[in-house]
């Protein structure tokens, strides 16, 4: 077991669960899954919102590795992903009048709304009979390596006990924050305006604009409906959320937004996302500052964005953690709920998260030079050019999409077996 600081009461009694997760959105209810699938466990989920609500965020993007993750714990859900989402078979860079800088094929990428995608996890999760306790906020936790047991206070006055507890949480956990107090996200600058709107297209379109100074994703989530993001970098905002922005303050900010780009010359399929927009969402991006040397303390596991806030830039937020679930589920499979798996799993995923997070960094890194100054456009557009024609895509998309959870586990146990 690796050693944590911990300065809480150790707990004595005997645990209620063997392992509760904490948190049911996307990566709780994968989680979840695949536990169900892997070890038998039908794991409950406590999650803090009192039920399942439409029509929450924008969309979001599904890679090859993340739908690998998703078909492998069900296939009925991958099947009705696939009913719910909408393909592109092609990614392009752009200038913000819509000229084609390059153009590479996409294989096996789909856009999806997130609310749509979380509903049809919830079903599964029912399906399988797991059990999901909503309107449950984890207020307080109770731990130490050397205890048995971990203990759960609840906003409404209930607890709990367990022997692991499984934090998915999000971005802002209140586990981390109790079993690191010392690590603090800290907003990074980068500010998104996510939104859904009625277009009709068939591919990911990445424009950077010079005289907006600004870059954007576009992609579709189905018929006559796709997502807008568009990325700032704004050094005062306020971060805080996921939230949809109400009706009124939406379409303020879409009706800003468009004559501003429109004035810079934006092309009007651009346009059409912010004039046709159904609703939106401001997300302030972040790190947390100092890492977390640990994704395991104790009992304590954290995946997903509470290990590792999403970069927005790739598109592989959400499947990072997705490839945590599996491979915290797969390694409870072969090594039980014991020391060595959560050791297994930190080695395997840390790094993973870590490379993920550097290339998603330089992505955005090239497209806001794109925008910052025409010598630097001129010149990221000819990179952009060259690693299109030597790789037939971007790389820092394929160290994301390319990736084989399970071979990173095979490469991770193989050597300790020498
Ligand atoms: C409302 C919402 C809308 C989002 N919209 C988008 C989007 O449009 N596009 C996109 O790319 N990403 C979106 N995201 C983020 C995206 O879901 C995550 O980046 C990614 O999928 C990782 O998932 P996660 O399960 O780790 O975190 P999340 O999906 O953020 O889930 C964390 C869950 O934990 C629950 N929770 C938090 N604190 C507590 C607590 N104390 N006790 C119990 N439960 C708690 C939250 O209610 C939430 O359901 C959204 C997240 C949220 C919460």
């Given at each position: 077991m690796c050693q944590r600081k911990a300065s809480v009461p150790v707990v004595a009694e005997s645990p209620q669960h063997e392992v509760i997760i904490i948190g049911g959105g996307l990566v709780g209810f994968v989680l979840a899954l695949a536990l169900e699938k892997y070890t038998g466990r039908k794991v409950p989920v406590f999650e803090r919102s009192a039920t399942m609500l439409p029509n929450v965020?924008?969309?979001l993007v599904l890679q090859q590795n993340g739908l690998k993750v998703l078909r492998d714990i069900d296939e009925t859900l991958y099947e009705a992903i696939l009913q719910a989402s909408s393909d592109f078979t092609e990614r392009t860079w752009e200038r913000h009048d819509?000229?084609?800088i390059a153009a590479a094929p996409e294989s096996n990428s789909r856009g999806m709304q997130r609310w749509r995608l979380q509903n049809?996890?919830?079903e599964a999760v029912c399906r399988k009979g797991i059990n999901v306790h909503w309107g449950k906020e984890l207020t307080k936790v109770?731990?130490?390596s050397s205890s048995e047991y971990v203990r759960v206070n609840f906003a409404d006055g209930t607890q709990t006990t367990t022997a692991w507890l499984m934090?998915?949480?999000g971005v802002k956990s209140k586990v981390r924050r109790t079993v690191a107090p010392d690590v603090e996200w800290h907003y990074s600058g980068w500010t998104s305006f996510m939104g859904i709107s009625h277009v009709e297209s068939s591919k990911l379109r990445m424009p950077s604009s010079l005289t907006t100074k600004c870059h954007a994703t576009f992609f579709p989530i189905g018929d006559f409906e796709s997502c807008f993001q568009i990325h700032f970098p704004l050094s005062s905002t306020n971060p805080e959320c996921w939230g949809t922005l109400t009706c009124k303050r939406s379409a303020e900010m879409c009706q800003k937004l468009a004559n501003e780009l429109e004035a810079d010359g934006w092309d009007?399929?651009?346009?059409?996302?912010l004039k046709t927009a159904q609703r939106s969402v401001q997300v302030g991006f972040g790190e947390l500052n100092p890492t977390l040397k640990h994704w395991v303390y104790g009992r304590v596991v954290?995946?997903?964005d509470a290990a590792h806030p999403p970069h927005p830039f790739l598109g592989?937020?959400?499947?990072q953690g997705y490839e945590d679930a599996a491979t915290l589920a797969l390694l409870i499979e072969e090594f039980g709920l014991t020391a060595k798996s959560m050791e297994l799993y930190e080695t395997i995923r840390m790094s993973r998260v870590d490379l993920v997070a550097k290339c998603d960094a330089q992505m955005g890194d090239s497209q806001q030079r794109r925008a910052s100054s025409s010598k630097l456009a001129f010149s990221q557009e000819d990179s952009v050019q060259r690693q299109i024609f030597f790789h037939e895509t971007s790389p820092l998309l394929l160290a994301g999409a390319a990736h084989d959870y399970r071979q990173a586990i095979r490469d991770a146990i193989e050597p300790r077996k020498l």
């Amino acid at each position: 077991m690796c050693q944590r600081k911990a300065s809480v009461p150790v707990v004595a009694e005997s645990p209620q669960h063997e392992v509760i997760i904490i948190g049911g959105g996307l990566v709780g209810f994968v989680l979840a899954l695949a536990l169900e699938k892997y070890t038998g466990r039908k794991v409950p989920v406590f999650e803090r919102s009192a039920t399942m609500l439409p029509n929450v965020g924008a969309g979001l993007v599904l890679q090859q590795n993340g739908l690998k993750v998703l078909r492998d714990i069900d296939e009925t859900l991958y099947e009705a992903i696939l009913q719910a989402s909408s393909d592109f078979t092609e990614r392009t860079w752009e200038r913000h009048d819509g000229t084609v800088i390059a153009a590479a094929p996409e294989s096996n990428s789909r856009g999806m709304q997130r609310w749509r995608l979380q509903n049809l996890l919830h079903e599964a999760v029912c399906r399988k009979g797991i059990n999901v306790h909503w309107g449950k906020e984890l207020t307080k936790v109770d731990s130490q390596s050397s205890s048995e047991y971990v203990r759960v206070n609840f906003a409404d006055g209930t607890q709990t006990t367990t022997a692991w507890l499984m934090a998915s949480d999000g971005v802002k956990s209140k586990v981390r924050r109790t079993v690191a107090p010392d690590v603090e996200w800290h907003y990074s600058g980068w500010t998104s305006f996510m939104g859904i709107s009625h277009v009709e297209s068939s591919k990911l379109r990445m424009p950077s604009s010079l005289t907006t100074k600004c870059h954007a994703t576009f992609f579709p989530i189905g018929d006559f409906e796709s997502c807008f993001q568009i990325h700032f970098p704004l050094s005062s905002t306020n971060p805080e959320c996921w939230g949809t922005l109400t009706c009124k303050r939406s379409a303020e900010m879409c009706q800003k937004l468009a004559n501003e780009l429109e004035a810079d010359g934006w092309d009007e399929s651009f346009l059409q996302h912010l004039k046709t927009a159904q609703r939106s969402v401001q997300v302030g991006f972040g790190e947390l500052n100092p890492t977390l040397k640990h994704w395991v303390y104790g009992r304590v596991v954290l995946l997903g964005d509470a290990a590792h806030p999403p970069h927005p830039f790739l598109g592989q937020g959400s499947q990072q953690g997705y490839e945590d679930a599996a491979t915290l589920a797969l390694l409870i499979e072969e090594f039980g709920l014991t020391a060595k798996s959560m050791e297994l799993y930190e080695t395997i995923r840390m790094s993973r998260v870590d490379l993920v997070a550097k290339c998603d960094a330089q992505m955005g890194d090239s497209q806001q030079r794109r925008a910052s100054s025409s010598k630097l456009a001129f010149s990221q557009e000819d990179s952009v050019q060259r690693q299109i024609f030597f790789h037939e895509t971007s790389p820092l998309l394929l160290a994301g999409a390319a990736h084989d959870y399970r071979q990173a586990i095979r490469d991770a146990i193989e050597p300790r077996k020498l």
